[in-house]
């Protein structure tokens, strides 16, 4: 009897390790048949999720790029009470949380995009005023131009010192560009944002109109004396849309000829451009998984490196609000991941990066939510509790052809 229950028990726990064996036994690593195409495959990570034990070993297992959600721009990394108190009058950074999740990344070999060096978003108030001092007057443009300088240097230089080779690309500005008449100068080729939801762009106000190419200038400078191999990326959304591409297009050629070598050339300060792929109707199922925007992504990119620009995808949701919609919209992801792969020639591909930040469900945020607006409840490659769905599974078989 007792060998009975002993062989029971063995069973049992067989069996058991057989149910709960993880999907990354099943599959082989994403990323790595991504390499097949040229490309490299990224997600994203908040410090939150450095608690979720599941989440990091999807990351390791089928990614070799990173981002950091919030954690590397300027409005976490900027101390206000010690920039306050700085005896030279630059900013002062606080690197803690970013340091963990770099050295996660570098712990677990994947490579890093920076993420953001300059933003107008949220970006915080106080470090546009005298003294950084919100009940001061704002500062001059030239000590604007002089904190972002060194802020951009400083940012750079630490992460490529204390992790040397893990961060390397830069997204240097992200979202300058806008969309609508009220966001930008009438004539301006570039639409330069003005203001963003009613706001002024703090930048552009209070640094200048060139503070796009400035910044640039500010970050190849440090990469070149850093000896570094980090490429510069401007970042936006809507990137595949006509009017939104050629903007961005008339921004990369500005930036590129703002500044000269000591031979007169112009010097390249932009690498490449960040398509923000968020694909489909903005809370809505309207919009969402048409084909014909593949077709308009593809275009984007080839527009993109016709001009000299190496292209990443770097925020993409495959946004679907209907769970009814999966076996579409499974077909649509693998559609757009062959995409990606018919731009490969055999030894390169202008797509070098696709990282995705839609890649959960999120079936239990209410409507209207920004998380739900933004990626979609039913919009990723895995279910919220890092099950694999059939979206994971077309990817994987389109991955493997």
Known sequence: MKKVIAIIMLLSMLLGCACSASAEDEYESLCNLAANYGF????????NQMRDKKYL???????????????????TLLDE??????????????????????AWAQQNGLG?????????????????????????PYADQETIKKRTEFYIQQVITHFEEK????????????????DNAGEYKAGDLRHLRTKRSGNDNLFLKYMGDDYVALSFLYARNTVESLGADIKLYYNDYNA?????????????????SFAKDDQGNPRKLMDG????????????????????????????ILDYE????????????????????????????????????SLYNGTENPLNCVAIWGLTDYPNVPKGNYVYNLNSPYGGLIDEKLNYKDAFVKVYEALKQ
């Open 81 to 102: 009470q010690k920039s306050r108190r700085s005896a030279d009058g630059m900013p002062v950074m606080n690197y803690s949380m970013a340091d963990q999740m770099v």
């Open 57 to 75: 070993n999807v990351l390791k297992t089928h990614f070799n790029s990173v981002t950091m959600t919030n954690e590397m721009k300027a409005y």
């Open 240 to 256: 595949y849309f006509t009017d939104k591409a050629q903007a961005m297009l008339k921004l990369a050629a500005s930036v590129n």
């Open 306 to 341: 016709a001009a000299g620009l190496d292209v990443q995808i770097t925020e993409m949701a495959v946004r679907n609000f209907e769970k009814a919609q999966a076996p579409k919209h499974a077909e649509y992801y693998a559609k757009l991941f062959k995409m990606f792969m």
């Open 273 to 300: 451009i960040g398509m923000q792929g968020y694909i489909g109707g903005y809370g809505t199922q309207q919009g969402c998984l048409v084909d014909s925007h593949i077709g308009m992504i593809k275009k984007a």
């Open 112 to 136: 890093v995009r920076g993420h953001v060096l300059v933003w107008d978003a949220y970006m915080c108030d106080w470090y546009f005023h005298e003294g950084y001092d919100s009940k001061k």
């Open 40 to 47: 490299k495959l990224g997600s994203c990570l908040s410090y």
């Open 163 to 178: 992790f040397p080779g893990v961060v390397y690309c830069w997204d240097v500005v992200n979202e300058a560009v806008g």
